[in-house]
């Protein structure tokens, strides 16, 4: 949405200096062209916007609100869940990331090289992606219930009690990333394999003809070549990771008590309990810190892209 | 240039539409029910099993004495997300002619003097309970009708297994402990705790209330007004210890962490767990499921420090209201559905759909003869003056919304008695402040 806006006001900007060079060439369409999309734009996201920044300054019910300055704020940073909720959506998007990474980039180059049932394969690496997000964490709190679950029969059948997964306040989170990559590693996966597939044969063979071992055409050749693709994936992923609410909460609701909250679902908590002051004041510390971490580290990355 | 004009005739008639389309759902509906010369009321109820069973009764025997008037059952989930679902429907003006919601704190929060009709004018309000009339009143006005008994938030307990080993209900927590020990002793878990379903968790700390108010009357007024904390009252705290203490002492059933509500209530019923702190409301459930139930499985209050002063805590039914939106014909036959509801043949109505909770809230209505023995066990609680007391939720409009969570993790050792009971008190704050209480 913000592309597409964006892209017309320039446009518009640079409109007048352009009729008054005297030529109306690179004024394609009117103003009213820009409209529909302009309201809709407005009603949809600036609004909103602005009017949240607003009501996170208000105690608001749903029938009326009240000024109370940076109250909301204030205990918003005082709550008790919140510090335990920010290391957990750290560990939960760097966990969550770091894997799809590693293990997309090793599916990634399986699934190019030419082995059997290539396609097939590609195909089941990617339908968990397809799946809804909260089928899947139900269906995996199923399985991994610690006494009737799938996950825990088949480990005591080899002679390995399992944990409970998602009741273990020392496994929850992790049993739940590690169900988030199972279902996203299919699309980094996707993303690799194109990265993958667009370098250039001629390299490749050039590294061969060179003596290159496969390790190290791969650590050589293919690794810094799909620097785009894992710049891609770390920051689709880490941004996923950073916002992810709905596997958790399909899962273990934030608990066992609250071991396995994540920012976000200390601020749906805190809408449910009706404090919609506050968890407006939460949304936006959450916009705040999601851009702290994604834009610089978006810049990072692509400075290093255009370096090398 | 021409198509100017039309492009933006076009944009606007796009956008419009857009905001035509939005409106016209609800509007269809609502004019397409008052065609033909009868009413249709819709009443929104939880999706609970027994709760739609309830109402499907209800909505059969008045629709049978009412011919002009048909009544639509529609459900929404219950919990927190119902909360959300309530308060957002009335504040957009779509709430339908009748709904069943909390009595007490939940009912204040949903702002009942600019959303609900006042039904002090009707006469049978006179015949409603005293206890339940003040959890559905704001400022003097009577809002509700109750739907339902009320319920005891206490200890179920399997009789065989009691009688087996030679054991009476508990009348103080010491007791108590010292009957779990020799349960356990004997191979079956001495208490059930079903943490799947969080609400379960809270039992020891809600239901030890009367044992609370027995100590310190003044808890809730206090508690209303900043004055007193759960954590600094050691009455109050009793119920965050006790939870920690059953973990400690290793009574829980072994899958405690992921058990839910049918497991605990299977575990009861069959023998494979002793005692089980839960409100009565779940009995009709349970026994609809193992009709042995109803014999097998009575009732006690949470024990609390002192024999003499134990006594149980109450919770009042849910209660049925018709928002200010409903109006004419539609508010008539809302008002003549609740006047039904809160008269005797009501009542045997509900009697009809499924075991009763407790005692119905409406005077003239009485108990069947074969009621469950848990529901029965609760009868000399309710007739002993000074044995019962309301819930803390029915007397003070002060309720965290995360007690649950506090008490899983007090109850999983996660966390301690004492620190449950401070963070409790942070949470309780934020409500406070929410409702724009004094002193807070």
């Not at chain 1, 390299?203 to 785009?228: C, H, K, M, N, Q």
């Not at chain 1, 309990?273 to 510390?285: E, I, Q, R």
């Not at chain 2, 609680?381 to 506090?406: C, M, N, R, T």
């Amino acid at each position: 949405m913000t592309t597409t806006s964006v892209k017309p006001q320039e446009r518009s900007k640079a409109a007048p200096a352009a009729s008054a060079a005297g030529s109306k060439v690179y004024r394609p369409y009117s103003n009213w062209f820009f409209l529909p999309s302009a309201i809709i734009y407005s009603v949809l996201f600036l609004v909103p916007t602005f009017a949240s920044l607003y009501f996170s300054l208000t105690r608001w019910s749903l029938f009326d609100s009240k000024f109370v300055g940076l109250d909301n704020f204030k205990l918003f940073f005082q709550e008790p869940a919140l510090v335990k909720g920010f290391t957990n959506t750290l560990i939960y998007a760097v966990v969550t990331s770091g894997s799809k990474v590693v293990l997309g980039l090793l599916l990634a180059v399986l699934l190019t090289s030419q082995i059997v049932a290539r396609g097939y394969l590609r195909s089941v690496v990617f339908f968990p992606v397809l799946v809804s997000t909260i089928g899947v964490g139900l269906t995996f709190t199923v399985l991994m219930n610690p006494e009737r679950g799938l996950i825990n029969g088949a480990l005591s059948v080899v002679g390995i009690s399992g944990p409970g997964w998602l009741t273990d306040p020392k496994w929850a989170l992790l049993s739940v990333a590690a169900v988030d990559v199972w279902k996203g590693v299919g699309l980094a996966t996707l993303i690799y394999i194109a990265g993958i597939v667009s370098i250039p044969r001629e390299y490749i063979e050039a590294a061969r003809v060179d003596g290159a071992s496969s390790w190290e055409t791969f650590r050589r050749v293919v690794l810094p070549l799909s620097r785009p693709a894992t710049v891609t994936v770390i920051i689709l992923s880490l941004i996923g990771g950073l916002r992810s609410f709905d596997l958790i909460w399909a899962m273990t609701q934030g608990g066992p008590g609250f071991t396995s909250d994540v920012i976000a679902s200390v601020i749906y908590k805190q809408y449910q309990a009706g404090f919609y002051g506050l968890s407006t004041a939460g949304n936006v510390v959450l916009f705040i810190t999601v851009t702290a971490i994604v834009l610089p580290l978006s810049w990072f990355l692509n400075r290093k892209e255009v370096d090398m | 240039m021409r198509f100017r004009p039309g492009a933006s005739g076009l944009a606007l008639l796009a956008v419009s539409s857009l905001v035509l389309t939005a409106c016209s759902a609800g509007s269809l509906g609502s004019s397409s029910d008052s065609s033909g010369g009868s009413v249709q009321i819709t009443y929104l109820i939880g999706n609970q099993d027994q709760d739609l069973k309830n109402a499907q009764q209800l909505v059969k025997d008045f629709t049978a004495k009412n011919a002009g008037i048909s009544i639509k059952i529609e459900t929404r989930p219950a919990g927190t997300e119902g909360d959300n679902i309530v308060k957002t429907r009335l504040s957009t003006g779509d709430m339908p002619e009748v709904f069943n919601y909390n009595t007490g704190s939940l009912f204040q929060a949903i702002a009942p003097q600019k959303n609900l009709v006042s039904l002090s004018d009707q006469p049978y309000v006179g015949n409603l309970d005293d206890n339940f009339k003040n959890t559905v009143t704001a400022d003097n006005q009577v809002y509700g009708v109750p739907v339902g008994g009320f319920m005891g938030g206490a200890v179920l307990y399997n009789i065989p297994i009691y009688k087996r080993l030679g054991l009476t209900p508990p009348k103080t927590w010491a007791e108590f402990m010292a009957n779990s020990a020799k349960i356990k002793a004997a191979g079956i878990p001495p208490v059930i705790q079903t943490y799947g379903e969080t609400w379960t968790a809270q039992l020891f700390v809600l239901g030890d209330f009367h044992n609370v108010a027995a100590t310190e009357p003044d808890f809730a007024d206090k508690y209303t007004k900043n004055q007193a904390k759960y954590a600094t009252s050691p009455a109050a705290l009793k119920g965050f210890e006790h939870t920690e203490a059953v973990h400690d002492a290793g009574y829980e059933n072994k899958d405690f962490a992921s058990a839910k509500l049918p497991d605990g209530l299977k575990m009861l019923a069959t023998g494979k767990g002793a005692q089980y702190p839960i409100l009565s409301g779940v009995v009709a459930n349970m026994i609809a499921t193992y009709p042995d139930a109803g014999k097998n499985v009575g009732l006690f209050a949470l024990p609390g420090d002192d024999a003499s002063k134990n006594g149980l805590t109450v919770w009042t039914p849910g209660a049925n209201y018709i928002p200010k939106t409903a109006t004419g014909a539609k508010l008539d036959a809302a008002k003549k559905f609740l006047a039904f509801i809160a008269s005797p043949d009501g009542c045997k109505s509900q009697t009809t759909a499924g075991a009763p909770t407790g005692p119905y809230a409406v005077k003239g209505c009485a108990l069947p003869a074969d009621v469950p023995q848990a529901i029965k066990d609760m009868q000399p609680y309710l007739d002993k003056p000074g044995a019962s007391s309301l819930a803390l939720e029915f007397v003070s409009p002060v309720k965290g919304p995360s007690l649950s969570q506090i008490t899983v993790e007090v109850g999983s050792g996660i966390r301690k008695a004492k620190d449950g009971a401070v963070r409790y008190d942070e949470d309780v704050k934020k409500q406070a402040q929410q409702l724009g209480l004094a002193g807070w």
